[in-house]
């Protein structure tokens, strides 16, 4: 596994930010350049949580939010896959994102806000990640900029 990051500067503070990214509507706005109608789910948006990033048909990961402190970062350990809304058993370690991170990490500046992106990829998906990101960040810095 690598790890990709992704930055941008947004013009807007870190509390706008943090909605933009984890307000359930809003996730689903920038959510969908990686896939149309991704959603997340979970009964507590909290650190040690389990949350399910899934597609409309319930195809996606399962992790736990790992560390978290509220408008500056958040750091999802993903734990598996799900097909189907069901947890499914990892059977090839090698493509598996079993303790991937993924993090979202908040800096407030006098002007704004700077994001900054971690993700942990399996090889078969840089290209996707490395096109994909910067347009769902930019996503992000849109919503920010108007709510």
Same mark, same amino acid.
């Given at each position: 596994?690598?790890?990709?990051?992704?930055?941008?500067?947004?013009?807007?503070? *870190?509390?706008?930010? &943090?909605?933009?990214? &984890?307000?359930?509507?809003?996730?689903?706005? &920038?959510?969908?350049?990686?896939?149309?109608?991704?959603? #997340?789910?979970?009964?507590?948006?909290?650190?040690? /949580?389990?949350? #399910?990033?899934?597609?409309?048909?319930?195809?996606?990961?399962?992790?736990?939010?790992?560390?978290?402190?509220?408008?500056?970062?958040?750091?999802?350990?993903?734990?598996?896959?799900?097909?189907?809304?069901?947890?499914?058993?990892?059977?090839?370690?090698?493509?598996? &994102?079993?303790? *991937?991170?993924? /993090? #979202?990490?908040?800096?407030?500046?006098?002007?704004?806000?700077?994001?900054?992106?971690?993700?942990?990829?399996?090889?078969?998906?840089?290209? #996707?990640?490395?096109?994909?990101?910067?347009? *769902?960040?930019?996503?992000?810095?849109?919503?920010?900029?108007?709510?």
């Amino acid at each position: 596994m690598e790890t990709l990051e992704f930055n941008i500067r947004i013009n807007a503070n *870190a509390e706008k930010v &943090w909605q933009s990214l &984890w307000d359930s509507e809003n996730y689903k706005k &920038w959510a969908s350049v990686f896939y149309p109608g991704s959603q #997340y789910k979970t009964d507590d948006f909290a650190q040690g /949580s389990r949350i #399910y990033f899934i597609s409309p048909i319930g195809d996606g990961m399962f992790s736990v939010i790992e560390k978290m402190e509220i408008n500056k970062m958040v750091v999802f350990r993903h734990l598996g896959e799900v097909k189907e809304f069901v947890e499914q058993a990892v059977t090839d370690p090698s493509k598996s &994102w079993e303790n *991937a991170l993924e /993090s #979202y990490k908040l800096r407030q500046e006098v002007t704004g806000t700077s994001l900054i992106v971690k993700v942990d990829i399996l090889e078969d998906f840089r290209d #996707y990640m490395n096109k994909t990101f910067p347009l *769902a960040i930019q996503v992000i810095k849109q919503i920010s900029e108007t709510i």
